[in-house]
């Protein structure tokens, strides 16, 4: 969609969802901040007022679905959404062992879940509205299942997979829908990671990606190209072939809350 007005973000108070209210922040645009860190959401929204939008914040868990979901109709009601990115979402590795079964079932409740939470009570709206625009953050770790990240992987690979059947599903209602697929970002998520990280890009840099790919409704905004054919490869080769080198690359640490709070 060309200038959306009305943008919810989740996941806004840092990383790829505070650039993106950075980027789309501007007169005449109301940006609509989720995440758990009060701190981190006002000095996001204390930067998005300087550059001239209006802002509404809210500290919300996405995994809370009735709470967020009232919230969300509540907000709707008032501010119809144009677009809603949902973007927050954790990370965990195995640190070469195993993955425990609390950060499994965590990651899932928040990177799937929590965009579940974050698009269903749209979606009727915006159909009724015929307008609207919904961005789902996958990875390009959707692309195959890496050793070192299972339930990350897998969390991504379902997003993926359902926002490129809801841009079919929604689409003769008048509803965009695209699947996000960023490479490597400096962020706080992968400032834990030990290993050198091949293209890592600016979360800026990717924002302004992001919102250029949203503005031509692509269905897969899937960055930087080296990294994106690389994971595009490994996924359509055979396993027996890519499995002995999978084995060896580099284990992402694991969650460091994996508590559900
Ligand atoms: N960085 C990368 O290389 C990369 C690559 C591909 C995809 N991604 C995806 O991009 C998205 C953003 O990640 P990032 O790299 O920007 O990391 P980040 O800086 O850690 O940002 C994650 C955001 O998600 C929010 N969040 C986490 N759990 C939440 C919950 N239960 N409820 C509400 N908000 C929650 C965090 O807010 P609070 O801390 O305030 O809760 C934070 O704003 C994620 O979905 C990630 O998987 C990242």
């Not at 109301?30 to 701190?39: E, F, Y």
């Not at 919230?71 to 677009?83: A, F, H, K, N, Y």
């Not at 949902?86 to 950060?103: F, K, R, Y």
């Not at 195959?144 to 003769?172: D, H, Q």
Request: positive net charge; contains cysteine.
């Amino acid at each position: 969609m060309k200038d959306p007005k009305v943008i919810l973000i989740t996941g806004a108070s840092s990383g790829i969802g505070e650039a993106l209210a950075l980027e789309y922040a501007t007169e005449g645009v109301t940006v609509i901040l989720v995440g758990r860190d009060l701190d981190r959401l006002d000095s996001v929204a204390a930067q998005c007022r300087d550059f001239g939008a209006e802002v509404r914040l809210a500290t919300i868990d996405v995994t809370e679905g009735k709470f967020f979901s009232q919230w969300l109709e509540g907000v709707d009601s008032t501010t119809p959404i144009d677009l809603v990115i949902a973007n927050a979402g954790i990370s965990g590795g195995t640190s070469g062992g195993g993955e425990p079964d609390e950060q499994v079932r965590r990651i899932f409740a928040v990177n799937v879940d929590g965009v579940l939470n974050t698009v269903h009570p749209l979606i009727a709206r915006m159909t009724e509205r015929r307008r609207g625009q919904i961005a789902l953050m996958s990875s390009l770790a959707a692309f195959r299942g890496f050793p070192g990240a299972p339930a990350y992987c897998a969390s991504k690979a379902a997003v993926r997979s359902y926002g490129e059947s809801l841009r079919g599903a929604l689409a003769p209602d008048g509803i965009e829908v695209s699947v996000i697929c960023p490479g490597f970002i400096r962020t706080r998520m992968t400032e834990v990671n030990g290993f050198k990280m091949p293209f890592l890009m600016e979360a800026g840099r990717a924002a302004r990606i992001v919102k250029r790919g949203l503005a031509r409704n692509k269905a897969r905004i899937a960055f930087p190209f080296p990294t994106y054919f690389a994971a595009w490869l490994i996924g359509a080769l055979a396993p027996t072939l890519t499995d002995p080198w999978l084995r060896r690359t580099p284990k992402k640490p694991a969650l460091e809350e994996p508590k559900a709070e």
